[in-house]
């Protein structure tokens, strides 16, 4: 059973990992990106058209962005097809400034009418919207007037028959590890690609200095798989997915079916236990979770709120002194990365926390002003983050950690939302393993771990080595020292 849960196991069935680089501007393509319909110069055009009109009527300052996206999906069940969907979409939005007034609009109409019409109501909304003292662009120190290319597009070519073989090999190989998996909800595999050009309009002027212009595409692929182990009453159900920018880094279906049995045969015969208070070791792609949570706490918009339990905690101690949290924005290739924020603003590569106290928060510009600080460039959330430890040595895999745990909780599926960002309160059901004496003993389900996340970050003991990219979050299996488990 131990086997089956192994960081070697998780990693062959995820897939390729990004490496850190930094190249030249981006350059500017004379024809669409693959996959698309609409050019860089045509987005340009119609980034030009909707500032023009909005100087025409008087805007002091505004922000347009145009976008593309396309993509298809397939499903598959028992072998059989059950769905194909194709999705192509387009956007402008428009924010005009009459001052501190502010008023925004879109339009999925890129017809010159409609673009001016879209204007014309942003320019409306704000001339009838209460004056904010912060709100505007962001400062023009903090433009991005050069970024990097950073390597985040990378098409997928995949026709629907080819992704539906795809999606059947995947969920094939997870009905066929085991005669125990009796059944699935299907297996699907996601090809899904976008381009962007966003352009401010700064005290009337465009194109100098300080003034953002820019754009870039990105693409995003992935297949995932969830069968279903035992039958009747007995039945246990998990998954897994690989997801990466290039479809060259996927994991192979194979493997990804494969491991998401595994998880499921493991799973069969569990037991309940009584209420008690251990241990935790958190599985890597659920302590992402946890990372999620902290960044959420630490957030521009929870913090001049003021409806964050880290209000005030910049420079001091929320971790224990061998946690590191770093921020960097331009790994080539990876899942969190982008030369600049939804503002324009250049992103830099940071120390988040260091030694277990908060060096910097996740800021837009509009957060910033209102904490009378400095933007981050986090206005559309962090980048890729890194949550480490300073006592992880490189053979803290799983089985190390298991042995860290000795006897405890290891939790590898919560359910739920159960958290409460203005105390830290934390409450989520969960399902996992017993372990005893550093062994996994016996699958547990029907449990609720609770706590405080004050005391959970503080109580971090030990974080593998067994790093998981989920998302933009990087952070192997995390032990905390202590929870309360309600059993029954």
């Known amino acids: 059973m131990k086997k089956t849960l192994t960081s070697t196991a998780r990693r062959d069935a995820s897939g390729g990992a990004s490496a850190r680089a930094r190249t030249s501007a981006a350059p500017v393509p004379s024809a669409p990106p693959a996959g698309f319909q609409y050019s860089r110069e045509q987005f ?48 402008l939005g428009i924010t005009v400034y009459l001052g501190q007034r502010r008023g925004n609009a879109s339009t999925s109409d890129f017809s010159a009418v409609a673009i001016r019409q879209t204007v014309q109501a942003a320019y409306d909304i704000a001339r009838f ?54 059944n699935s909800e299907g297996a699907g595999v996601s090809a899904q690609q976008s381009h962007f050009f966003t352009e401010h309009l700064r005290g009337g002027e465009r194109g100098r200095q300080g003034i953002f212009r820019g754009g870039y595409a990105s693409s995003r692929h992935s297949f995932s798989v969830s069968p279903i182990a035992g039958k009747g009453a007995r039945m246990q159900r998990d998954y897994w997915f690989s997801s990466m920018r290039s479809p060259t880094e996927l994991a192979s279906p194979e493997a990804v079916g494969r491991y998401a049995a595994e998880r499921a045969l493991a799973r069969l015969n569990p037991r309940k236990i ?114 480490s430890s300073r006592q992880t040595q490189a053979g803290d895999d799983l089985d190390a950690m298991l042995r860290k745990l000795g006897t405890g909780l290891f939790v590898t599926e919560l359910m739920g939302q159960g958290v ?69």
């Open 274 to 387: 009584a209420t008690t208070e251990c241990p935790v070791l958190f599985e890597a792609p659920l302590a992402a979770g946890l990372l999620g949570a902290f960044v959420q706490a630490i957030s521009g918009g929870a913090l001049y709120r003021k409806t964050s339990f880290l209000v005030d905690s910049l420079g001091r101690q929320v971790f224990p002194g061998h946690i590191d949290l770093f921020e960097d924005p331009l790994i080539l290739g990876g899942k969190g990365s982008a030369p600049f924020d939804d503002e324009g603003v250049k992103t830099v590569a940071r120390q988040v926390v260091g030694a277990g106290c908060v060096k910097g928060y996740f800021l837009s510009t509009y957060s910033a002003r209102k904490l009378g600080m400095r933007t981050t460039g986090n206005a559309g959330g962090s980048h890729n983050l890194y949550l």
């Open 129 to 182: 919207t209460a004056e904010d003292p912060v709100a505007g662009l962001p400062d023009e120190q903090d433009v991005a007037n050069d970024y990097p290319e950073l390597d985040l597009f990378h098409p997928w070519t995949i026709g629907a028959e080819e992704a539906v073989q795809i999606a059947l090999r995947c969920e094939a190989a997870a009905l066929a590890t085991s005669k125990q998996i009796s």
């Open 420 to 488: 409460n960002y203005v105390t830290g309160d934390y409450s989520r059901g969960a399902a996992g393993y017993w372990v005893e004496n550093g062994q996994i003993a016996y699958p547990v389900q029907e449990i609720t771990i609770a706590g405080n996340l004050k005391d959970m970050f503080l109580g971090i003991e030990a974080i593998g080595s067994d790093v998981y990219g989920y998302g933009a979050k990087n952070v192997g299996s995390v032990l905390l020292n202590r929870m309360k488990v309600a059993g029954s």
């Open 44 to 91: 340009e055009e119609l980034a030009d058209l909707a500032l023009t009109h909005a100087r025409k009527l008087g805007a002091s300052d505004g922000g347009v962005e145009v976008s593309e996206g396309a993509g298809l999906s397939v499903s598959v069940r028992k072998g059989e097809l059950e769905n194909v969907e194709r999705n192509r979409d387009k956007s």
